[in-house]
């Protein structure tokens, strides 16, 4: 299954965290119009990260 973006707000804890600044402007040019906070994206790309590592080679 693909990375789907969904609109979806969930209880939060603040975290920093730095990104390089080009990765910063793929993301914004990938949610521009959709609705969709960079917060939120960056959650969603994690979940979708997390669920699908390879978890075989722990």
């Known amino acids: ?3 789907k973006l969904r609109q979806d707000k969930k209880e ?3 975290k920093t965290i730095r990104f390089p600044s080009p990765l910063i402007e793929r993301i ?3 949610i521009q119009g959709k609705n ?3 917060s939120s994206f960056v959650i ?3 979940e979708y ?3 699908d590592m390879d978890h075989s080679k722990e």
Do not use: D, H, I, Y
Request: aromatic share 12%.
């Open 1 to 3: 299954m693909g990375f």
């Open 12 to 14: 939060t804890e603040n």
């Open 28 to 30: 914004e040019e990938a």
């Open 36 to 38: 969709v906070s960079f």
């Open 44 to 46: 969603q790309a994690c």
């Open 49 to 51: 990260a997390l669920r």
